[in-house]
Every structure is written in C-alpha cells, then in structure tokens.
C-alpha cells in the first residue's frame, strides 16, 4: 500500500499567545524525519508507509507536550492507495519540483 497523510496540528500551550509559536518546532521533526513532505498555509503533507506515518504523528505529538503544550488537536487525512501515489504527482501541475524531490 501507498499512503499519504496530511496533518494540522493545533497546539494550546497554557502561556504562549501565538496560536502559531510551537508549529515551528513540529515542521522541523517532519522536516528530519527524511520522508517526502509539503508544507502547506494550513497542514503538512506528508508520504511514507502507514507505520512511518503513525511513528511521526506520535513523535510529533509528544514533542509538543515536552513543549509544555497542555493539549493538541491533531487533524489527520489519510490516503491509502494499492497504486503509487505521490505529492509531486499530485501537485505538479501547480509547482515547480526539483528532479530529486
């Protein structure tokens, strides 16, 4: 199977008031975690095996509570696919891609 998964997360932490300020840090696990993603004005997309997909959702998760977030909000779409299904397949009509992405 092909997956690909695209994520907002809404982190509340207790004393920040940017809606936004620990969003960064979570680009950055998604960003070494290696898999091929999009990071789009309101959610991430991401491609990898289910389990890869799953692994990074809780990495991510528990990064934002060792943040001190209190609670997250982890909206989560899922496209599970027995044909090969890629980010720059889907969105190349719309953006530029490097030969290697």
Excluded: W
Excluded at 11 to 36: F, N, R, W
């Amino acid at each position: 199977m092909n997956y690909i998964m695209s994520v907002q997360l809404l982190p509340h932490h207790p004393g920040a008031k940017d809606l936004y300020s620990h969003v960064g840090g979570a680009i950055e696990i998604i960003e070494q975690s290696g898999l091929t993603h999009f990071v789009g004005p309101m959610e991430t997309t991401v491609e990898g095996s289910i389990d890869e997909l799953m692994n990074l959702i809780k990495k991510l998760n528990n990064h934002l509570a060792s943040e001190g977030c209190d609670k997250v909000i982890s909206n989560i779409k899922l496209i599970q696919s027995t044909e090969e299904i890629r980010i720059k397949d889907i969105l190349g009509e719309y953006y530029e891609f490097d030969d290697e992405e």
